[in-house]
């Protein structure tokens, strides 16, 4: 089963702030989607600026906690991006799970 999340439909062409972020996994009930079969499409606008990091991290953040490793996170969440936001988002994941500082997952 593949399903798709498209960021489209929660604004853009910039996404910030962690309040934001975990409003939007609130809405898309995140929890119970990291533990479904299948692989979610993560479609980030082609037009989008930026995805900052606090904004992932509230998005996302506990999903990189619940699979414990980058390659896990991204077999789960395939992220379909402009490619400036793509590298550095799987960039953000793999220092999120290292990181002890601002990008420590909340």
């Known amino acids: 089963m593949v399903t798709q999340i498209n960021l489209n439909?929660?604004?853009?062409?910039?996404?910030v702030g962690r309040a934001n972020g975990a409003a939007v996994r609130e809405r898309?009930?995140?929890n119970a989607v990291d533990k479904a079969d299948g692989e979610i499409v993560v479609?980030?606008?082609?037009?989008t600026?930026?995805?900052?990091?606090?904004?992932?991290?509230g998005?996302?953040?506990?999903?990189i906690s619940y699979f414990g490793s980058r390659d896990?996170?991204?077999?789960?969440y395939h992220l379909h991006a402009p490619q400036h936001v793509l590298l550095s988002l799987e960039e953000l994941v793999e220092r999120t799970?290292?990181?002890?500082?601002?990008?420590?997952?909340?």
């Not at 439909?9 to 996404?15: A, C, L, Q, R, T």
């Not at 998005?59 to 999903?63: N, V």
């Not at 896990?72 to 789960?76: D, I, N, T």
């Open 9 to 15: 439909d929660f604004g853009g062409p910039v996404f």
């Open 28 to 30: 898309l009930d995140l």
């Open 43 to 47: 479609a980030i606008p082609e037009d």
């Open 49 to 57: 600026y930026s995805v900052n990091s606090s904004f992932f991290l």
């Open 59 to 63: 998005l996302f953040g506990p999903s």
């Open 72 to 76: 896990a996170f991204l077999r789960h």
């Open 97 to 106: 799970l290292t990181s002890r500082g601002p990008l420590q997952i909340a």
